[in-house]
């Protein structure tokens, strides 16, 4: 039980001792200590809430710190002190969930996901801005 839902209890306690609640002014004072009994309840399901966040950012966190140093090692072409990466084989599927195209415009390699592909959606050359959707349909014809 959290800090308010005890002040809160404390506060309900106090008024049933003291047998508020038959006038218009004990109704109103119930309904106050109701109101924040609800308050305090949502306070504490914020905190776990922000409790869980901050452990799901420490290990993103993490994640994203394995990975800057598997590109550290790829860059530096020492790949013994990488945690993940193509040379060690951790991360390889990840090149498999993407398909590379030649853009017949300007010649730059793109990169499309699975899903861009599945979708009806023009796809779009990120360098010159061009529609190669067609181009991708007869690679994969």
């Known amino acids: 039980m959290g800090y308010m839902k005890e002040k809160v209890a404390y506060l309900r306690g106090l008024a049933d001792g ?3 609640g038959e006038d218009a002014q004990g ?3 119930l309904a106050m200590i109701e109101t924040m009994d609800e308050m305090a309840a949502t306070i504490d399901e914020n905190e776990e809430a922000i409790i ?4 799901c950012i420490d290990d993103i966190c993490d994640e994203l710190s394995d990975i800057d140093e598997c590109i550290d090692a790829l860059l530096e072409d020492d790949c013994e002190d990488c945690e993940g990466c193509e040379g060690c084989g951790e991360y390889s599927d990840f090149e498999d969930d993407f398909v590379e195209v030649e853009c017949p415009y300007c010649g730059e390699t793109v990169y499309f996901d699975q899903g861009m592909l599945e979708s009806d959606e023009d796809l779009i050359c990120p ?12 690679d994969e014809e």
């Open 52 to 55: 869980d966040l901050d452990e």
């Open 18 to 20: 003291m047998n508020i």
């Open 27 to 29: 109704k109103l004072l």
């Open 127 to 138: 360098n010159c801005n061009e529609s190669i959707i067609e181009t991708v349909e007869d």
